[in-house]
């Protein structure tokens, strides 16, 4: 024990077990958004960048301990910015320390004072003792708990919906199990809004879904604004946790979200009660691929990782702004690898994903499956940009990618009529090969109304679409105005005998 003791106070191992600890709380407080890969990549390079400004400074300090204070100084500071932003702004909620303006010059002012004691001292023992000891502590804390709970108890820290409606392992058996097809039409507007706010008679579509038997909701809203929130509620049949009216998002926000869908609570009861999920989707769903991730606004793993330190929270919180001078300062957002504006070619792949999904839907009714099918479709449609006119003729995609593009009111009402006649022939199609033995779920994520004078009323972006077909034409248990966080207990009280409560349809504006 001495012989530890004298070694511990002797050298500055804490240099080295600083970032040890970081990757190691980072991976257990982010688990199931970043991978053990990743985590070990990043903790050998900054390492490796520890090393190097260690016999940088050595060289100009000439004494190891005194090299080794400075660079656990420097490095506390560097990957414990954010964590000490956030104490002063949502712990102490001292907002004022907590602005970039006064933290950071502060923050310098002390590093600098610290560094002038560093250098003046003589006797490292005790200050190694202690750091040496502090970080072993934490990185064996950390350790313990990866030993003593599993994996689940670190991935619900991150999921933002609760999964706690229904345990589906307790399900009886369903007295019967059609076909299910989910079809999402992404930024599809309720019939109401259209012809109130974009002056346009969507009855046609009410009218030839209703001769074949569909009950159209004629008060339809979606419970969040923003695609993967929207889904990851509606695919775990619950509000999500933390965000309420007007919610600012950020982009770790979206991660979660991306997390949540990923073990969302839906695909698990089909799967119990022994159907075959087809994904065709952005999302990774129950160890389902996803056909094209989803990527707006998320966060590389690395950068979740990173996500409080100094380099990181400047890049996110003040380097964009930059971004607004794109002549001026162009150069900048390509050192820091911000996100640039979607390339043609982005865009291009968005238009064969939905390509494709349309290829796919007009495949899997005529598959002959031994147990039933849940089809999940996602489709970027009516979503800008809007790749045809209604009689799928392309349009110019150097013009429909802009800005200006994207807001054209007559483009989107065109695309709107192209994706009208998409539903009509996937109806008719899968009504021909299952017989009309299938249930089938026209549903929109979010409405639109980000047009050249759209209505500013936040409340109007819930204006979604929303369509089922129950092949007995039973539609007693919906109601005008159901949302989309009850869509699935509908199903399921219908056909797998659960009694699911249907929620208070309220909505939430996220923004960013």
């Known amino acids: 024990m001495r012989q530890l003791k004298n070694f511990l106070e002797k050298w500055g191992i804490h240099s080295f077990l600083l970032p040890v600890f970081f990757i190691l709380h980072n991976y257990n407080q982010y688990y199931g958004l970043v991978s053990a890969d990743v985590a070990v990549k990043?903790?050998?390079?900054?390492?490796?960048?520890?090393?190097?400004?260690?016999?940088?400074?050595?060289?100009?300090?000439?004494?190891v301990n005194k090299s080794l204070q400075l660079i656990t100084l420097l490095g506390s500071v560097i990957l414990f910015y954010g964590v000490i932003k956030?104490?002063?702004?949502?712990?102490?909620?001292?907002?004022?320390?907590?602005?970039?303006s006064v933290l950071l010059p502060l923050t310098l002012l002390i590093t600098i004072l610290l560094i002038r004691i560093i250098l003046k001292k003589k006797d490292y023992r005790r200050t190694n003792l202690f750091q040496n000891i502090l970080f072993l502590c934490l990185i064996l804390i950390d350790g313990a708990e990866m030993l003593v709970f599993d994996n689940s108890f670190f991935l619900q820290k991150n999921l933002l919906g609760t999964n706690e409606r229904l345990n589906p392992d307790n399900l009886p058996n369903p007295a019967s199990r059609p076909n299910v097809y989910f079809l999402v039409f992404d930024c599809y507007p309720g019939t109401g809004f259209l012809r109130n706010y974009m002056q346009y008679d969507n009855s046609s579509l009410d009218s030839s879904l209703e001769q074949k038997g569909f009950h159209i909701i004629s008060n339809s809203k979606s419970n969040y604004n923003r695609t993967v929130f929207s889904m990851s509620s509606t695919f775990n049949m619950s509000y999500l946790h933390d965000f309420k009216s007007s919610s600012t998002i950020n982009a770790r926000d979206y991660n979660k979200a991306l997390l949540t869908m990923e073990h969302s609570l839906v695909p698990k009861i089909f799967k119990h009660n022994n159907y075959w999920f087809y994904n065709l989707s952005i999302f990774n769903i129950d160890g389902t691929k996803s056909i094209q991730r989803e990527t707006f606004l998320t966060?590389?793993?690395?950068?979740?990782?990173?996500?409080?330190?100094?380099?990181?929270?400047?890049?996110?919180?003040?380097?964009?702004?930059?971004?607004?001078?794109?002549?001026?300062f162009g150069i900048i957002p390509k050192l820091f690898n911000t996100q640039e504006t979607e390339t043609?070619?982005?865009?291009?792949?968005?238009?064969?994903?939905?390509?494709?999904?349309?290829d796919s839907l007009k495949k899997i009714p005529l598959f002959k499956t031994g147990s039933p099918k849940f089809v999940y479709a996602h489709l970027y449609l009516p979503h800008p940009p809007f790749f045809y006119d209604e009689n799928g003729k392309s349009n110019d995609i150097n013009y429909i990618i802009t800005e200006k593009g994207q807001k054209n009111k007559q483009l989107f009402l065109s695309y709107l009529k192209y994706t009208n006649k998409i539903i009509l022939e996937f109806v008719k199609s899968i009504l021909q090969a299952e017989r009309d033995k299938a249930v089938i779920i026209i549903q929109s994520d979010h409405g639109f109304t980000d047009f050249d004078g759209g209505p500013q009323d936040k409340e109007l972006h819930f204006?979604?679409?929303s369509a089922f077909y129950?092949?007995?034409?039973d539609y007693s248990g919906l109601y005008d105005s159901i949302s989309n966080i009850n869509t699935f207990?509908?199903?399921?009280?219908?056909?797998?005998n659960t009694k699911i409560p249907l929620q208070r349809d309220t909505s939430v504006f996220l923004s960013y």
């Open 42 to 63: 990043i903790l050998f390079k900054i390492l490796v960048i520890f090393l190097f400004c260690f016999l940088l400074l050595l060289f100009i300090t000439k004494n």
């Open 86 to 100: 956030d104490f002063f702004q949502f712990t102490l909620h001292v907002h004022f320390i907590s602005k970039y």
């Open 299 to 328: 966060l590389p793993e690395t950068s979740v990782l990173m996500y409080n330190t100094l380099i990181e929270r400047f890049r996110k919180d003040i380097l964009w702004n930059f971004t607004v001078k794109k002549n001026a």
């Open 344 to 358: 043609v070619s982005a865009m291009q792949l968005k238009k064969n994903y939905n390509n494709s999904i349309i």
């Open 463 to 465: 204006k979604n679409y």
């Open 470 to 473: 129950f092949p007995d034409k």
């Open 489 to 496: 207990p509908v199903l399921f009280n219908k056909y797998f």
